[in-house]
Every structure is written in C-alpha cells, then in structure tokens.
C-alpha cells in the first residue's frame, strides 16, 4: 500500500514560487503515474499536473502551463511541483496522487496524500 506525503506548502505573495514535494513509501512509487489536484473552498478539485512513470511524459492543465513544472525523482520515491509567477487563484489545498497510468481524471487515481495548503496573498 503505496502512501503519500506532501510537504511545501506555505503563505506567498502573488508574482512569488513554490516547490512542493510528495514522498512516497510503502512501495514502488516508480511503478505509478503521478498527479497533483488541487482544491479551492467551494470549488471542485481539478486537475493540476501530472507525470509518467518515467518522468519522460508530463500534462499540465492550462490554467498552470507555463508556471508550474512537474517532475519526479524515482531515486528518492519523490514527485515535485514547481510553483512560478503564483497567482490569488492558485490558493488552494494541493494533494498529491498515484495512479496506474497517466491521466487527469482524479477517479483514475488510486493513492491520495493528505494534502497542503497553498495561499496566496498580498
């Protein structure tokens, strides 16, 4: 049982950047697609970036390209997002998540971490 831990999280003015980390443990991580989500108050969670296996393959929504990267450390059981040019609406709780193939679809998703806060504001 794959579990997954996000850290990074913190309070940032807008223009400003982030990393978040996601480590996992309990299994191969490497064996899975990777994912971050992201949930605003009152608001769905959507889909944010993710990665292959391998690294060698990303997505990211549109509302974040450009701004944020997301790449992984198979090494160090660690998936990353970078953060630039964060905007009000970027304030969120951002989760990590594992799945058995790329994709977006937050269902298609079998691991969740518990999340962390991300707020931006001047």
């Known amino acids: 049982q794959v579990q997954l831990a996000e850290s990074g999280g913190a309070l940032v003015q807008p223009g400003g950047s982030l990393r978040l980390s996601c480590v996992a443990s309990g299994g191969t991580f490497s064996a899975y697609a990777a994912g971050w989500f992201r949930q605003a108050p009152g608001k769905e969670r959507e889909f944010v970036a993710a990665?292959?296996?391998?690294?060698?393959?990303?997505q990211a929504a549109d509302s974040v390209k450009g701004r944020f990267t997301i790449s992984r450390d198979n090494a160090k059981n660690t998936v990353y997002l970078e953060m630039n040019n964060l905007k009000f609406e970027d304030t969120a709780v951002y989760y990590c998540?594992?799945?058995?193939?790329?994709?977006?679809?937050?269902?298609?998703?079998?691991?969740w971490g518990q999340g962390t806060q991300v707020t931006v504001s001047s």
């Open positions: 990665v292959s296996r391998s690294g060698g393959i990303t």
């Open positions: 998540a594992g799945a058995s193939a790329l994709t977006m679809v937050p269902e298609q998703y079998d691991y």
